[in-house]
């Protein structure tokens, strides 16, 4: 952790940057205090502007914005590319672009190859992780990234690798059993990832679910988030804005670009 950013601790090539905000650092009023960089839960214009600015100058790059929709649509930003196109996933192979997800308790996913030819970040929440007949937001991303690099699927292990960022954790995100069927109906091993609780519902692992898909897509260099306490959106009001805790509540993002 590094004062209002977190640094992705991986294998990724030089050229390859990323970065995670935190809830400090910027100059939101509460409850969307401070560094709110969602400019569609309710907070200020002109505060999410300066908001942006903030991170647009950390990154030395300009971050592209999506509409996300909880789907699983994937946009190739290219350097015309507007903020707020309609998409869930975002990838690219030109510099001074960073693909950029909006979270606060969905689960962001960066990616990148290890020759540092193309980088891609997914917002997860279970709705496109799930996604519909076993092809969720991962499966979609991981197919465009590997036909931009023209990366087979043997090649897969040895060249992607992926981070995942802070999201609602195994203790605090109960579900029901729609959610739980979503996911085993296409994948079996998912059921390893809900603990039953009382009155028909679950607990879900979200980083789980989502190492499980990308490890079954070739993607084995897997970073970051791994279910435990730290990882949490919920349990940690002081770094992380969480919807599931707060109701009315901000968005932080993960961001990965080329130098």
Not at 3 to 12: E, T
Not at 105 to 120: F, K, N, Q, R, Y
Not at 147 to 165: C, D, H, K, T, Y
Not at 245 to 250: F, I, K, M
Request: proline share 5%.
């Amino acid at each position: 952790m590094q004062s209002d950013w977190l640094v992705p601790q991986w294998q990724a090539p030089a050229r390859v940057h990323a970065l995670c905000s935190l809830r400090t650092g910027g100059v939101s009023a509460a409850p969307y205090a401070a560094l709110n960089l969602g400019d569609h839960v309710g907070d200020r214009p002109e505060h999410v502007a300066v908001n942006r600015t903030i991170l647009q100058r950390r990154l030395g790059v300009r971050p592209v914005f999506l509409q996300q929709v909880h789907g699983h649509q994937v946009l190739t930003v290219q350097a015309d590319t507007p903020d707020a196109c309609q998409a869930d996933a975002s990838v690219t192979q030109q510099q001074g672009l960073a693909c950029t997800i909006l979270v606060a308790d969905c689960l962001p996913v960066l990616l990148t190859d290890s020759a540092g030819s193309v980088v891609a970040a997914a917002h997860a929440g279970w709705r496109g992780l799930a996604g519909q007949a076993g092809v969720g937001v991962l499966e979609q991303l991981v197919g465009q990234m590997c036909e931009l690099a023209r990366i087979g699927r043997a090649q897969r292990p040895a060249a992607l690798m992926a981070w995942l960022g802070p999201c609602i954790g195994p203790g605090a995100f109960e579900v029901g059993d729609e959610v739980r069927a979503a996911f085993i109906s296409g994948q079996a091993q998912a059921a390893s990832c809900f603990m039953p609780q009382s009155r028909g519902k679950w607990l879900a692992n979200l980083s789980a679910l989502a190492r499980q898909r990308l490890a079954r897509l070739g993607v084995t260099r897997i970073f970051g988030n791994d279910g435990s306490a730290p990882w949490c959106t919920v349990s940690q009001p002081q770094c992380y804005f969480s919807h599931r805790r707060d109701r009315v509540s901000g968005r932080f993002a993960a961001c990965i670009w080329l130098d």
